[in-house]
């Protein structure tokens, strides 16, 4: 069974880091492209970034030079480094399995940046 758990969340001030992590399981997770992607309140959902399983990235233009996505195929899990936080990132962050069309969702977790 696919799993992907994400953590590391919460509430930040503007200004602030954060660091998201996805565990998976029950799949071959380094031959895997992983996503992350973002639904802010009352709006749709809004890739940000992608990794291949080869380790090359690429990321929305709205959150580049800001976000940063990785992985530690050792550990089977993913990362979302976020840093310089501003209001307009809260949202849920989902995991997804695949660099584009994803096939497997983690539950997400909240990203809250307010002072």
């Known amino acids: 069974e696919v799993q992907l758990v994400e953590s590391g969340g919460g509430l930040v001030k503007p200004g602030g880091s954060l660091r998201l992590s996805c565990a998976a399981s029950g799949f071959t997770f380094s031959s895997s492209g992983m996503s992350w992607v973002r639904q802010a309140p009352g709006k749709g959902l809004e890739w940000v970034s992608g990794?291949?399983?080869?380790?090359?990235?690429f990321y929305a233009e709205v959150i580049k030079d800001r976000f940063t996505i990785s992985r530690d195929n050792a550990k089977n899990t993913l990362y979302l480094q976020i840093n310089s936080l501003k209001p307009e990132d809260t949202a849920v962050y989902y995991c997804?399995?695949?660099?584009?069309?994803?096939?497997?969702w983690g539950q997400g977790i909240q990203v809250t940046v307010s002072s």
């Open positions: 990794i291949y399983s080869g380790g090359f990235t």
């Open positions: 997804a399995k695949g660099a584009w069309g994803y096939d497997y």
